[in-house]
């Protein structure tokens, strides 16, 4: 089963035919995105701190799924293990449901076990979700014996666990869809679109020069992004200010934490 959403986030509408639900008010205050760098074999832990900052107990359930996202703003929550890049098998979290108290913290551990032999290379993740779950409500809730329709908010937290097998899996990037355009406020801009095409997840840095005909910087603009795993792709949008009507040369690079640069170069035109 794949599930398509466009944020790490989800604030998910749930129409309840009946009385009133209580609203799910949860927060997951410990970091989305936990990485490691293991060996094969080993075996590491972490935590999910679990808030409720409401006056009502809170239930929140805990499930796993594969993650992929896209440049075009698309999320897939995919069934775990279902991507060959994913680590969902090698971890256990130690809950599957938990009841937050009211204003209090619940820790919830998981473990990770790597698998042994040398045929892992580069990056593999997952997610582990955190859901809250409506309350059961009194059967007084409806008037006069009739259903009542009511829509709550039902919070998704996504949390990534990536896997970077010691320093292995190449870094390679693909850059596409390159548009130059103006905009409303009459600026310049450039918009591209970069694929990791590598065995490894990074947080790349993208930066583009741009060059008048006479080879003349007239433009510079750059910006570190989040974790970039194999086989995702990202949007990437330069503010150029403002640049006279002509024929441009822009060079778009990306450094992936590795020595080299890579990089492309548009010729574009406002």
Not at 4 to 26: D, E, K, M, N, Y
Not at 53 to 82: C, L
């Amino acid at each position: 089963m794949t599930r398509r959403l466009s944020t790490c986030l989800i604030a998910a509408l749930a129409a309840c035919i009946g009385p009133a639900a209580a609203r799910a008010q949860i927060a997951v205050l410990s970091s989305t995105v936990e990485e490691k760098i293991a060996v094969p074999g080993e075996k590491y832990t972490g935590t999910i701190i679990v808030s409720n900052p409401g006056t009502q107990p809170q239930v929140a359930r805990i499930y796993q799924t594969d993650y992929r996202f896209a440049s075009d703003g698309t999320a897939h929550y995919d069934d775990p293990g279902s991507s060959p890049r994913s680590n969902a098998s090698w971890i256990t979290p130690q809950a599957t449901r938990i009841t937050v108290p009211p204003n209090s913290q619940v820790a919830v551990p998981y473990s990770v076990a790597v698998p042994q032999g040398d045929s892992l290379r580069g990056t593999y993740w997952s997610l582990i979700m955190v859901e809250g779950a409506t309350t059961e409500p009194s059967a007084a809730g409806s008037a006069a014996g009739k259903p009542a329709m009511s829509v709550g908010a039902v919070m998704r937290y996504a949390i990534q666990l990536a896997t970077h097998i010691q320093n292995s899996g190449t870094r390679t990037v693909k850059f596409s869809s390159a548009a130059a355009a103006k905009t409303a406020a009459g600026g310049a801009a450039l918009d591209v679109d970069m694929l990791n095409t590598g065995e490894r997840g990074y947080r790349p840095t993208l930066w583009v020069e741009v060059y008048d005909e006479k080879g003349v910087l007239r433009a510079k603009a750059k910006q570190s992004r989040g974790l970039l795993y194999p086989g995702t792709s990202l949007h990437q949008h330069f503010d150029l200010g403002t640049l006279p009507s002509g024929t441009y040369k822009a060079v778009v690079f990306a450094d992936t934490g590795e020595d080299s640069v890579f990089a492309t170069q548009y010729t574009i035109s406002f």
